[in-house]
């Protein structure tokens, strides 16, 4: 099947640092990719659709300048969490839909757990 | 995309059949319907979807009513791995159909 994988699995950082998470579909081109966020006992949150060579499409509510996402390639999206503060801890997810797949299927990758400090 | 409606929580004996229901009341005409689970701090992983028909892979079978406002997916001999919060998502199937997630169903599989 389908691998989505993403880098790192988890990291810690200080207040105010930024910290890049990549999202990478292994075997497989992704036309396009998916942020989410997920808190503790809570459901994902969309945060952000990316296609491969253009700008990201941001959910209400999500600071673009804050979550920076490129998407340099068909199969490589990441999430830079800029200046990350304490209640940007969460888990973050990606997702990709293949490209070329009759139903447009969409497969995650296994999460990154932000903890900042 | 359609609103979905799922119990907060269930339970299932292991070996027995788990059936989790679903409504989407307000399902248009050109809109599937998704389940996928999440394993506490996994990714979601994709289990099965369909449109109006019944549908059944290795995994699961999914059962949609005739109106096609509500579905149910069954889990026919449920184990200890089956743990897991399930989510039912309704989403046009095009391009630019997102994921939207509810709260899902947990699912506790007991021995």
């Known amino acids: 099947g389908a691998v989505v994988s993403q880098h790192p699995s988890w990291v810690i950082c200080k207040s105010g640092t930024s910290v890049k998470i990549e999202c990478r579909s292994l075997d497989f081109q992704a036309t396009t990719m998916f942020w989410y966020r997920q808190f503790p006992k809570q459901s994902l949150m969309l945060m952000a659709t990316s296609n491969e060579g253009s700008k990201a499409t941001y959910e209400q509510g999500v600071e673009k300048d804050k979550f920076l996402i490129n998407h340099a390639s068909l199969t490589l999206s990441t999430l830079t969490v800029t200046s990350a503060h304490p209640e940007d801890s969460s888990f973050y997810i990606c997702?990709?839909?293949?490209?070329?797949?009759?139903?447009?299927?969409?497969?995650f990758g296994p999460g990154t757990r932000l903890t900042v400090l | 995309d359609a609103k979905t409606t799922q119990p907060t929580s269930m339970d299932c004996a292991e070996g027995r059949a788990a059936n989790l229901p679903c409504n989407h009341s307000?399902?248009?005409?050109?809109?599937?319907v998704y389940w996928y689970r999440q394993i506490h701090s996994q990714g979601p992983q994709y289990i099965i979807h369909g449109l109006k028909n019944n549908e059944t892979n290795e995994m699961a079978s999914l059962i949609i009513t005739e109106d096609r406002k509500s579905s149910t997916l069954i889990l026919p001999h449920a184990t200890l791995r089956d743990t897991a919060v399930y989510y039912c998502i309704v989403r046009v199937n095009n391009q630019g159909g997102k994921l939207i997630f509810g709260q899902g169903t947990e699912l506790s599989v007991k021995p």
């Open positions: 307000t399902i248009s005409g050109n809109e599937y």
């Open positions: 997702s990709a839909r293949m490209r070329g797949g009759l139903y447009n299927e969409q497969f």
